[in-house]
């Protein structure tokens, strides 16, 4: 039993469940009347999840056309709102080519935390990811390419379950290389609606303990603009 405990906390903590997170901003190529946009998701990886998220929007020049994305987002598994269990997302991203057929570059970092009866804990990851596609003010088509690698784990047991285990801090444990798709619709200048999903392969697996394992997720998402 400990040892199937320690396992599953190594698991959510190391970041094997796969990333659906990003629902707040995908196309950022509308004219910068609104630089403001707020979305809500819903994601699925071995269980649902709900997030909420903000973005700003700016122009990395007065006179350039290029703009950049800077957003926050917080998720949560749904049966576990009310507790400790929390995704944080900071990332800023960019055009790189300004052209209908362009890349995305996002560079993020992740913050995790844990809670449960036999423990509390935290990991932070980098992230990094590429997203080839064909970008319209009013729709996107996009592949996805991903890199995150974790800083930091720490862990604290329960001392009155296991008190023989001291609490534990480990650095650059894990990195995961996603692939995925990702499109949106504008329904009007305001809202958008964003559908992406993802594939996640890890140079960590622990197979024998499903679904904390699971290397597929998807995310549902919508933003409004002001």
């Known amino acids: 039993?400990?040892?199937?405990?320690?396992?599953?906390?190594?698991?959510?903590?190391?970041?094997?469940q796969t990333e659906a997170q990003n629902f707040?901003?995908?196309?950022?190529?509308?004219?910068?009347?609104?630089k403001n946009k707020v979305g809500f998701g819903a994601m699925y990886n071995s269980?649902?999840?709900?997030?909420?998220?903000?973005?700003?929007?700016?122009?990395?020049?007065?006179?350039?056309?290029?703009?950049?994305a800077f957003q926050f987002?917080?998720?949560?598994?749904?049966?576990?709102?009310?507790?400790?269990?929390?995704?944080?997302?900071?990332?800023?991203?960019?055009?790189?080519?300004?052209?209908?057929?362009?890349?995305?570059?996002?560079?993020?970092?992740?913050?995790?935390?844990?809670?449960?009866?036999m423990a509390t804990g935290s990991a932070s990851f980098a992230r990094i990811s590429l997203?080839?596609?064909?970008?319209?003010?009013?729709?996107?088509?996009?592949?996805?390419?991903s890199w995150k690698s974790n800083i930091s784990t720490t862990f604290k047991f329960?001392?009155?379950?296991?008190?023989?285990?001291p609490n534990t801090i480990v650095y650059g444990t894990i990195q995961n290389l996603s692939l995925g798709f990702n499109a949106g619709i504008c329904l009007h200048d305001k809202m958008e609606i964003n559908f992406s999903g993802i594939y996640q392969?890890?140079?960590v697996t622990f197979a024998n303990y499903p679904p904390y394992t699971q290397n597929i997720g998807v995310t549902l998402g919508v933003n409004y603009s002001f």
């Open 1 to 16: 039993m400990r040892k199937y405990w320690i396992i599953i906390i190594l698991l959510s903590l190391l970041g094997l």
């Open 24 to 34: 707040t901003v995908w196309n950022f190529k509308n004219p910068l009347t609104r």
């Open 47 to 68: 269980t649902i999840y709900a997030g909420i998220g903000y973005a700003r929007i700016i122009k990395l020049s007065k006179n350039s056309k290029r703009t950049a």
């Open 73 to 117: 987002e917080i998720s949560s598994p749904v049966y576990l709102l009310n507790s400790r269990n929390k995704d944080f997302y900071f990332s800023g991203s960019t055009y790189l080519l300004n052209k209908p057929l362009d890349i995305k570059a996002s560079l993020g970092t992740h913050f995790k935390m844990y809670e449960d009866v």
């Open 131 to 145: 997203n080839p596609g064909y970008y319209r003010k009013n729709f996107y088509v996009a592949t996805e390419i």
């Open 158 to 165: 329960n001392e009155e379950i296991y008190s023989d285990i």
């Open 201 to 203: 392969i890890s140079s």
